[in-house]
């Protein structure tokens, strides 16, 4: 019943931009923290973006200066502003939310969306 679904994910040339969400069902009541995966073909899955609540987003090196994080703690949303676009970002990316509280009373539980994809090229 704990869903998580991105949306945003398509084609864009270098440069572009794109801006993912991510939303919660509404049987989640809160997350400590939230953030930003992706995986390309072949290559290990790899943390984008967390932005645990009330703290400092975080970013990997790859995207600082480019990528911005945000969550909306109301509507149990993380959105991804990704700006100057690289060939090198495609992938499918993934939202995770973590310590999840949902109204089941279940407290501590991870949960991932199934994904959208993202395709840098000209």
């Known amino acids: 019943q704990v869903q998580l679904v991105e949306s945003g994910g398509g084609l864009v040339q270098p440069g572009g931009s794109l801006r993912l969400s991510c939303a919660a069902s509404?049987?989640?009541?809160?997350?400590?923290?939230m953030g930003w995966y992706r995986q390309a073909p072949g290559k290990q899955r790899e943390l984008v973006a967390a932005?645990?609540?009330?703290?400092?987003?975080n970013y990997a090196d790859s995207v600082k200066g480019r990528f911005i994080i945000s969550r909306d703690n109301a509507k149990n949303t993380v959105s991804l502003q990704m700006n100057s676009l690289k060939p090198e970002d495609t992938a499918v990316y993934y939202c995770?939310?973590?310590?999840?509280?949902?109204?089941?009373?279940?407290?501590?539980?991870?949960?991932w969306g199934k994904g959208t994809l993202v395709t840098v090229s000209s």
């Open positions: 995770k939310l973590e310590r999840v509280a949902t109204t089941t009373g279940i407290y501590g539980m991870d949960y």
């Open positions: 509404r049987n989640i009541l809160s997350a400590h923290t």
């Open positions: 932005i645990p609540r009330g703290g400092s987003a």
